[in-house]
């Protein structure tokens, strides 16, 4: 009987699995990750550069630790995020996978596990070509976003069937659809701040890059923002979603006064046209869809424009609503929010209130955060816990 079966080969799986070796030599450890190879996702974070965590993370320092401990040398950036000194996500994998070897720790690709059973003094584990029994089991099979790399949520399935709660799961970190139609606008980036509404309540303001595409808005500021587009239990998405809505500053650092003025002034330029109002302030295609929107017709003498029609357009400068949607969905999100209920894990540990022996990491919990290495944080830092604790059962 093996002393650890980890189920799931990404960071956290990874990192778990090099801890309990290096805690404890004699373990005897496998991994079964249902893809072809060892850490996909992670290869693919960061566009390839791999964001590993952040400076402003709670335990940052013990994950830098973990990584110069395997040799994987760091550097951060001017917003504390954190990459191998190479900016190459591939090389950390590489990384992680020879200090599997170095541990001879026994891995399994092409094997997605299908049911786990609690056996007299563990678990049994049915994998697609076979099974095996273990002490221990950890589940650190990711989330549902991204599954393209193998993340498709089984793992909660396999959590429930253990008797887990498993709270509502939504894609974050991805763009936000709009509710108007927005395809003339695909390819515009504008900096600026998004602030997201509930029910007519500010729930929190993002400054940042707002790019366009064909039906949605992203960048890290909206994806920040996609992070709160919860719904309530027995609550329809449809519904749900209605309850939601997106206002852009595209002037953040005026005041909507200054900003009346401003183009009052420009109104007095002799020859100003009204869709050249907007010119150095907003992309010309922006400009056009603010000015349609106010009412403003193109080919007109700004001088023309009244008091009314200025101050519509200052407004919508200063504040763009816009309905929203939903979210882009699982094939382009970062994180999943939601997962397994934290009060029914002893965290220190990583190990499960209600199955002795059975241990989570990473994404399958419930937890998500910003982007900028905080989730791969949680990835790298809950599987060093499980690691050390199991390893010391």
Request: net charge neutral; charged share 25%; proline share 3%.
């Amino acid at each position: 009987m093996l002393d650890l079966c980890i189920v799931g080969g990404g960071a956290s799986a990874m990192a778990a699995a090099i801890t309990a070796a290096g805690e404890n030599p004699k373990m005897s450890i496998c991994v079964l990750e249902k893809k072809d190879s060892l850490g996909k996702k992670l290869a693919a974070t960061g566009n390839g550069k791999c964001n590993l965590s952040n400076m402003a993370c709670h335990n940052a320092s013990g994950t830098l630790e973990f990584f110069s401990s395997i040799g994987i040398l760091t550097r951060s950036d001017e917003q504390g995020r954190i990459y191998p000194y190479s900016q190459q996500a591939r090389d950390v994998v590489r990384s992680l996978e020879l200090q599997i070897k170095e541990h001879s720790i026994q891995v399994k690709t092409s094997s997605p596990v299908q049911e786990i059973k609690p056996v007299c003094d563990g678990f049994s584990v049915i994998f697609r070509g076979g099974r095996l029994n273990a002490k221990n089991v950890l589940l650190a099979t990711g989330g549902k976003a991204a599954p393209q790399f193998g993340t498709s949520g089984d793992g909660y399935v396999m959590a429930k069937k253990l008797g887990h709660t498993v709270t509502r799961l939504a894609p974050a970190l991805t763009g936000i659809e709009t509710a108007e139609d927005i395809a003339e606008l695909k390819g515009v980036r504008v900096k600026g701040c998004a602030f997201l509404q509930k029910d007519g309540q500010l729930l929190r303001k993002e400054t940042g890059e707002i790019q366009f595409t064909e039906d949605s808005i992203s960048g890290i500021c909206i994806f920040n923002l996609s992070r709160l587009l919860r719904l309530r239990e027995g609550e329809s998405f449809a519904e749900g979603m209605s309850r939601f809505q997106l206002s852009l500053d595209f002037l953040p650092e005026w005041e909507s006064v200054e900003v009346i003025e401003l183009l009052k002034g420009r109104c007095k330029i002799l020859g100003m046209k009204t869709e050249e109002l907007l010119l150095s302030i907003v992309p010309k295609p922006l400009a056009l869809r603010l000015l349609r929107e106010v009412g403003i017709e193109t080919g007109l003498e700004a001088a023309e424009l009244t008091g009314e029609r200025i101050g519509r357009l200052g407004a919508y400068l200063k504040g763009w609503k816009l309905s929203v949607k939903g979210t882009r969905g699982w094939k382009t999100a970062q994180c999943t929010a939601g997962g397994i209920a934290l009060e029914e894990i002893h965290l220190p540990a990583m190990e499960s209130k209600l199955v002795p022996g059975l241990y989570f990491s990473g994404e399958i919990i419930d937890f998500d955060g910003p982007c900028g290495g905080f989730n791969l944080q949680n990835a790298w830092e809950t599987g060093i816990r499980a690691g050390k604790a199991v390893a010391h059962v």
